[in-house]
Every structure is written in C-alpha cells, then in structure tokens.
C-alpha cells in the first residue's frame, strides 16, 4: 500500500516543531532519569507508569484518545475521516534498558506524536485514524523475552503464555499488568490485536552507518536473525578452603570454558555473526563457596538464516563438549528469523524523504524492533536516524535535534500518505 504521490509534498511535515520534539525527548528522560546522564525506565516499572501519563497528558492537550489492551500497549487516536477504516499505528516503545539512554524507542513513540500534531495543525484529517502507539517491554531486560507487547498483539505469542513470566524478584508480567491498569483507570480498554492498515516505526540507528554515509534517513530494508538460549551449567557446592581440585564440580569454570569454545566454535573471519552473553549469574555467589551453579544469556544474531540455524543448532553440542564434569542444559527461548520488509513502504519512505530534501540510503537492521511482530500482521516499515557514534544500550546514546527533527518530517508525510491510502 504506497501513498499517492500527492501527499508528499511536505503539506504536513512544515507543522513540525523539532524545539518540541526535542523538548519532549528531554522531559521524558527525566523519567528513570540516571546520574551518568541515562534512563532505566524499565517495562511496567513506576518510571515507566509515570512516563506513559505524561504521553496521555501530551496526547489528551491535543484532542487524541488513549487507550490501552491488555498487555498495556498505549494506542493515542487522531480519529480519521472514516474511522471504521483499519488505522495506520506509528510508534516504538518507552521502556528502556537498565543502563540504557534517552533516545532508544522513545525517540520513535514521540516523533510519532509530533507528526500527529503536525498534521492536525496542517488542517488536514486524512481518511484513516492514525494511531501513536507505545508497545509493552520492547527490551526485555526485566521480562524475558522482550517485544512482548506486539508479540501479544500480533498473536505471536499467547497472553496466558506471556502473564505467567516473572522477573528476578519474582514478580509476574500479571502483577506488574494490574499495577499499570490501577494507575491508569481513567484510561479506555479495547481487546488485543485489530489488524492495522500499516505499521510504520521510526527509531535511532543503534549502529554508526548512517552517520559514517552522511545521511540522515535510514530506509530499513529488514532485520537480520536472532536466536536467544538460557544456558544452565550444574555443579556442586563445597568448601573452599578443603576441596582439591580433582573433586570440585566447579560450575563456574565450566561456564568459563563453555564461554570460550562458544566464541571460537562461532568464530568468522568476516565479523557479521553476532554473539552476546550478557547476563550470566553466579550461585551462590560467596567467596568462600565452590560454585554449584551458573546461569547465562546467549543473544545470536545473523542476517542469514541457514547460517544462523546452523550456528544456533550447534550450540548445545559445544556446550556439553566443554561443560567437563558439571552437567549442562541449553534452552531456546526465542528463533526469529531475518525478514524483509515490503518494497511499497520502502518506496513510500524513498519519496518523502526525496521530496523533502532530505539525504536518505537503504540500510538493514541489526537491532530487534517491534516492527518485526507487525510485519506478520500488516504492511509495515522502519524510519532510522542516525546516533552518534553508533552508541546505543548505553547511557551515553546521543542524537542531533536537526535529524530527530527530520525524523519527524519523514514519519508524518509517510503516515499521513498511508492513511489516506485505498
Ligand atoms: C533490541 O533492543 C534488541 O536487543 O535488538
Ligand atoms: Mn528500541
Ligand atoms: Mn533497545
């Protein structure tokens, strides 16, 4: 579905404030804010409860109606002229990484909202609702796995399945649910799902390509793959002091060695696998204790997917090869593979971006996004800009207001086009 060519002539774009934008990116960092400049705002937290009433304060000062599903994804309507039409949603997500920065999703749900306003300033109501919406735990840091509100809502994944995740204190995505919806009883219910007419999700490279290229658009060909494993390595507890070494069952120097087989089994030479273990716990985590077990995180990610399947699939035979006397259990938790998003919006995205002026080159995506969900439900598409240095998961993530700005531009003549779409 691409837009007519007459709604890209920057009838909408001109009504945007990039002071604004740029003023609303500051203050809603200041929830969660860190002292090393960062947010950790994280999914269902009171940071995050209290950023998303300042967005339905900002979304109620201009005429949008809020509404929440059961997975608390946020939906903020600019009700179009035919509102039975199926509406075009724009946005990203506002919960952010333990140490993570100002600008990762939030950059996106709040230049959706300033293309909102700049159309309804333009004048202009176009014929289909268009809908800014903040997705639930994009990140996945407190509840794992991440992009849970668009998996639930693009059936990805099932609610039942999704409610009964804890986080690390205990605390089930059900619990923390219930705490969001009693914050938010002024705001309206609707069911999950309804399949939108398109999908369109601007956000901050995370890498440092556009920036190296000059440019300021990213035109996001797809997402590469990722597979994500909880890797488990049992041993025995025992005292430090009186264990020699050919007794212990150290599940720490294990972890250890099953760490470094992994890397060099998954080794290339050309550097385009991508191989994280970031988060890896220690039990009991006393000094004076032989270690009796580990848990770690495995984040996989490859833009092929027989490389990434071949990869992923030998990554329980490397473990247990190298788990020596303790006894090892991997479990995957999640197998996306790389998909392609739809030429139509590319174009689309391609021709507001010309028509604008502003410089723009096809890039893929190495970071996960909500996006990846839609695209099994509807059209959909993905507006990057670029962020200094490609720093991202990291409170020092930084972005120039000139580019959030034209982020913005590019975002409402792409959503405005698309809702008047047939
Ligand atoms: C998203 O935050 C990702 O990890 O790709
Ligand atoms: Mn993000
Ligand atoms: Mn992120």
Known sequence: MAGRPENLAGKVAQHVSGERLWDRLM??????????????????SDEEIAARAQLVRWAEAIGLEPSTDPLANLFLRYRGTNPALPAVLIGSHIDSQPTGGKFDGAFGVLAALEAVEAIIAGGVRPR???EVVSWMNEEGSRFAPGMMGSAGFCDVRELDEILRIRDQTGIAVETALHKVMSAESRVSHRPLGAKPAAFVEAHIEQGPILELEGKTIGIVTGIQGKRTFRVEVAGEENHAGTTPRSARRDAFVAAVDIVRALHEALWDDEDVVRLTIGMFNVSPNVPSVVPARVVFSLDLRHPDPARLRALGDAIGEVCR????????????????????????????????????????????????????????????????????GGISHNEAESILEHHAADGARVLAEVAFALANAD
């Open 321 to 388: 090869t190298a788990a020596g006397r303790c006894a090892v259990a991997v479990h995957e938790l999640l197998h996306e593979p790389p998909l392609e998003f739809p030429l139509a919006i590319r174009q689309t995205i391609r021709s507001v971006a010309t028509a604008l002026q502003v410089s723009c080159m096809d890039i893929p995506s190495g970071a996960g996004h909500d996006a990846r969900y839609l695209h099994s439900l509807c059209p959909t598409g993905m507006i990057f800009i670029p962020c200094k």
């Open 128 to 130: 289909r609702s268009i």
């Open 27 to 44: 203050v809603l960092s200041g929830f969660g804010a860190t002292e090393s400049g960062g947010v950790n705002r994280q999914a269902l």
